[in-house]
């Protein structure tokens, strides 16, 4: 199957109706290669069922099953084997049932067992992606080949870390951090069933080990800022935040160092990946938790997405304004006073923006109560910023809605100082006024040395042999050509003074 | 002389003010009125009803002579006739119109479409044409009225006319402004226009404590035979709605909710999962955690030695615990 082409992708036309003619991809394999002949797997026989066991027994089929477990089946074969599938998917399905309702199951020989059991089953090397043009947002995922299967082992996994009986001090001999750092990098895989999975079991194992958590934290990191600045591609990014976002929740105050670091250094980049809009509600969340524990934070975050914002990309920018929508919601007010004024100088753009999405997301902070509070409480300092582009974009914009947004807006403010507002509205008919001179100046300039030229050339064609004569020394129009001088001696000395400046 | 002519200016508009002026008792009416369903207009739907036409003529960029013009005929109407609250949007966006029409250049003149789309009215394009029919005929189409305005232009033009060395500056922009503020309370509608202007330029010319204006103010009070006593009385009154109006207390706006409408995507947007709230429980941090660490030699105690030395660093600390234990891929 081909993928679709850059050029297909901008005519938005071609994508829906041609992907339904397409089979369903499926996501490659390191372990079996595509439609390749290959021994069949050793077959392995069903056994007898656990709840049929005695309670003596159970124990050794426990260990036997999780043993077989470990045989590993080609799903692109859709045709061999599928007897033995089936046994290992029923074998699954009984172990999964046996951990989740047993008590007493879980003692020291099984962990090394399970885990390795599991570390058979998922840990494989991620092949690269079948289209590499693939856009998350608008393309169905690649799915694993092997989920059948897979999905068992996973629950099973899940429901043995939840499991009452679950001892870490025994069970982090065997998750360790090698078994950790090969989950993490499975976050990158594209089946989205198998990120929900692992984003569960990871957030188990950062709860319970608590000797394995700075070990994940700084792997995670690792994996944003090779993300962030040299692959530009990760699939896990979303799930490690909302891991991120609960570990953030539960930070202890004051904050420590790290975490700050972490912040700035890694969250606030973050900002600036290209595909934020896969991962930008749970950033948002993550950010937004820093704040509500330290907002002291609030100012260098605030000058951070400043910096960061978005010039060229428009749907980035209606997400920032969402997030600064969301962070204004929880700010303190003296907070707020240290940021206004660079924020509404923003904010202000952002309304004029003739992108009409953008524009109708920021006059829409005008619809947030406690936003407008605290522009009341500032409105010396942000009537200023705001006035200028408002009043002009009520004048030019072609959107209409946005004209009406512009109305409420304005009348809001007006509201809010009359004074302020009606001194605003002079000066700036007045600078309006004054601009408009200007112009009329420039335009009679730009006229009259139109006709200059056209009566120097005419001179240089009549006066070939005329002398030249000197200018005057207050004449300081350098680039007059010298034969026409006859016309320079008229030209309006402020005129030439007002075009030299 | 110029002045000359201007107080004869002054003379013969001071003749025609009593015709525009709305009947006193209309207005002392309208004040007693309680706010209620079904009663008429009271005072302060009056009120809030000219703040709105304010942000109109201020939204469409139209002169304050268009609005002190529609707030007069809206006055002079409610003052004659009896109206029920619920039509006094329309009447006012009427008033509005008119004065537009009459006022502005004819390019400026915004459709009737656009002033009720903008104003959010409920009421459509031909309630709006019925109205300004009856508004017009009701006042017999005597629309160029004779307002504070007039009388304040005037009286700046007097000022400006005598040249004093010192040049004083009356801000005719600023008096425009303050009378705005003054008419959008239904108590400066019954007072003589020219005496109302007059009380707004004292004030003025006591903040700027100029003799020579001042006494340019008296002469006009002394030509048009305004009392000491009347003029005493509307000086108080401005006084105290310039006070509200200049002081930096904001006025929390409570007139009626303006719709917020926009685009389909930009909603879609807003309802999105921002809000959402995470399925995974809060992980809270303990002081222990880091003695528990088994890598703990190389522990974050500053968080910028972390995130460097963690950008590749394999051979360092504790990689590999010393239990590994290698896991061959069974078969």
Avoid at chain 2, 184 to 192: D, E, G, L, M, T
Wanted: aromatic share 10%; proline share 4%.
């Amino acid at each position: 199957m081909s993928a679709i082409s850059a050029a297909e992708k901008v005519d938005g036309f071609t994508r829906k109706s041609v992907r339904k003619a397409q089979r369903q991809r499926v996501q490659g394999s390191s372990q079996f290669a595509v439609n390749s002949s290959r021994p069949a797997a050793p077959e392995i026989s069903a056994l007898p069922q656990l709840k049929d066991a005695s309670s003596t027994e159970q124990h050794a089929l426990f260990m036997q099953k999780l043993q077989q477990c470990c045989v590993i089946f080609d799903f692109y074969d859709t045709v061999t084997d599928l007897k033995c599938k089936e046994t290992k998917r029923a074998t699954l399905t009984e172990l999964v049932d046996y951990v989740s309702t047993n008590r007493g199951v879980l003692v020291e020989p099984v962990y090394p067992e399970i885990t390795n059991m599991v570390s058979t089953n998922i840990f494989r090397t991620l092949p690269p992606s079948e289209n590499p043009d693939f856009d998350p947002e608008e393309d169905e995922p690649t799915l694993e080949a092997s989920w059948p299967h897979m999905q068992l082992v996973y629950e099973f996994f899940l429901r043995f870390l939840e499991n009452p009986d679950f001892q870490p001090s025994t069970a982090k001999r065997y998750i360790d951090q090698k078994f950790v750092l090969q989950l993490l990098e499975l976050f990158d895989s594209e089946d989205p069933r198998e990120r929900e999975f692992l984003k569960t079991i990871l957030h188990r194992i950062y709860g319970k080990f608590l000797g394995l958590r700075a070990f994940i934290r700084k792997q995670i990191n690792n994996l944003f800022l090779r993300y962030l600045y040299e692959t530009e591609h990760f699939n896990g990014v979303a799930e490690f935040l909302e891991i991120l976002g609960s570990i953030i929740n539960g930070f202890a105050l004051p904050l420590k160092a790290e975490h700050k670091q972490f912040l700035m250094k890694i969250l606030i980049p973050l900002h600036t990946a290209k595909g934020l809009a896969l991962f930008h509600a749970q950033l948002a969340y993550c950010v937004v938790q820093f704040l509500e524990k330290d907002p002291t934070l609030t100012e260098v975050v605030v000058r951070g997405l400043l910096k960061f914002w978005p010039k060229t990309c428009s749907q980035k920018e209606v997400m920032f304004l969402g997030e600064i929508e969301e962070i204004l919601d929880v700010i303190e007010p003296t907070q707020f006073k240290k940021i206004q004024e660079p924020l509404f100088k923003q904010i202000s753009k952002c309304v004029a923006s003739p992108h009409f999405q953008v524009a109708e997301r920021a006059l829409y902070f005008w619809n947030n109560e406690y936003i407008l509070s605290l522009i009341e409480e500032n409105n010396g300092k942000i009537l200023p910023i705001m006035f200028g582009n408002l009043y002009r974009i009520s004048k030019e914009h072609w959107n209409p809605t946005i004209v009406a947004l512009v109305y409420n807006v304005l009348k809001t403010l007006m509201e809010m100082n009359s004074k302020l507002f009606d001194e605003l509205t002079a000066s700036y008919k007045s600078d309006r006024q004054r601009e408009k001179k200007k112009e009329q100046e420039r335009e009679e300039l730009w006229r009259k040395l139109d006709e200059l030229r056209l009566q120097g050339t005419s001179a240089i064609q009549n006066n070939r042999h005329e002398m030249q004569f000197t200018y005057s020394n207050k004449n300081n129009n350098n680039n007059l050509h010298k034969d026409e001088n006859t016309a320079a001696a008229i030209t309006d000395r402020s005129e030439s003074d007002t075009w030299a400046e | 002389m110029e002045v000359f002519k201007l107080l004869k200016e002054l003379k013969s508009n001071l003749e025609l003010e009593v015709h525009y002026l709305p009947k006193e008792n209309g207005l002392s009416l309208i004040e007693s009125t309680t706010i209620g369903h079904g009663n008429g207009v009271s005072a302060k739907g009056r009120d809030d009803q000219v703040e709105d036409l304010w942000s109109l003529t201020s939204f469409f960029g139209y002169s304050t002579q268009t609005f002190v013009l529609a707030v007069n005929l809206l006055d002079r109407f409610l003052a004659m006739m009896k109206v029920q609250s619920k039509h006094l949007a329309c009447l006012s966006i009427g008033c509005l119109h008119i004065a537009v029409r009459v006022t502005e250049e004819e390019c400026n003149v915004s459709s009737s479409h656009e002033l009720i789309r903008i104003s959010q009215s409920k009421f459509t394009v031909s309630d709006l044409s019925r109205m300004e029919k009856i508004i017009s005929e009701k006042l017999n189409f005597q629309f160029k009225a004779v307002t504070a305005l007039t009388f304040l232009h005037l009286y700046h033009a007097i000022a400006l006319s005598h040249k004093s060395n010192r040049k004083d500056f009356l801000n005719l922009e600023k008096l425009e402004a303050q009378l705005k503020a003054c008419l959008c309370r239904i108590v400066f509608s019954k007072a003589k226009p020219s005496v109302l202007a007059l009380s707004l330029l004292m004030l003025e010319i006591e903040a700027l404590q100029s003799a020579d204006l001042l006494e340019i103010a008296h002469r006009i009070q002394a030509h048009l035979k305004i009392s000491k006593a009347d003029l005493a009385h509307w000086r108080g009154l401005v006084d105290q709605c310039m006070r509200e109006y200049s002081s930096p207390e904001c006025a929390k706006p409570d007139h009626k909710k303006l719709m917020w409408i926009v685009s389909r995507r930009t909603a879609q947007n807003l309802h999105s999962n921002y809000r959402c709230i995470p399925e995974l429980p809060t992980i809270p941090e303990g002081a222990w955690d880091e003695s528990e660490s088994e890598d703990s030699s190389e522990d974050l105690s500053s968080g910028e030695e972390s995130l460097s030395s963690s950008l590749g660093s394999d051979a360092e600390g504790l990689y590999f615990p010393s239990n590994f234990r290698s896991r061959a891929c069974r078969p």
